[in-house]
Nanobody, 129 residues
Framework: QVNLVESGGGLVQTGASLRLSCVVS???????????MAWFRRAPGKEPEVVAA????????YLADTVKDRFIISRDNAKNTMTLQMNAMKPEDTAVYYC???????????????????WGQGTHVTVSS
C-alpha cells in the first residue's frame, strides 16, 4: 500500500511562488525508489491535466508547455518526497493539484493520468490577479 500526502497549497498573488510537496509512505521502505511520479491539476470546469512528471530515479522529467519556464519538479529519494516549485505564478495556475505515483512506470505513460495507481487527496492553489 502506498499513501501520498500533498502540502504547500494556498492563496498567492500573480508573480508569486509556491512550493508543493508530496510525501510518500508505504509498507515497503524502498517503495519510493520504484515509483514514477507526477503532478496533475484540475481547474474549475476543466479536465485534469498533467503539469509535470519525474521518473523513479529522477533522471527524466517532463513539464507541460504551460509551465516549463516557471515550474521545477524534483524528488528526494532519501526523504520519500517529490516537490513542485512553482514560480512566476499566473491566475491560470489556479487549480487543485494532485500528486500521483506508479510503480515500475513506463516513461511513455508518464503523462497519462489513467496509468497512475496512487493519488493524493489534492491541495488547493489559488492565484489572484
Amino acid at each position: 500500500q502506498v499513501n501520498l500526502v500533498e502540502s504547500g497549497g494556498g492563496l498567492v498573488q500573480t508573480g508569486a511562488s509556491l512550493r508543493l510537496s508530496c510525501v510518500v509512505s508505504a509498507t515497503s521502505e524502498r517503495a519510493f525508489l520504484i515509483l514514477g511520479m507526477a503532478w496533475f491539476r484540475r481547474a474549475p470546469g476543466k479536465e485534469p491535466e498533467v503539469v509535470a512528471a519525474i521518473s523513479f530515479d529522477g533522471e527524466r522529467t517532463y513539464l507541460a508547455d504551460t509551465v516549463k519556464d516557471r515550474f521545477i519538479i524534483s524528488r528526494d529519494n532519501a526523504k520519500n518526497t517529490m516537490t513542485l516549485q512553482m514560480n512566476a505564478m499566473k491566475p491560470e495556475d489556479t487549480a487543485v493539484y494532485y500528486c500521483a505515483a506508479k510503480p515500475f512506470q513506463n516513461w511513455a505513460d508518464s503523462r497519462l493520468a489513467a496509468k497512475y495507481d496512487y493519488w493524493g487527496q489534492g491541495t488547493h492553489v489559488t492565484v489572484s490577479s
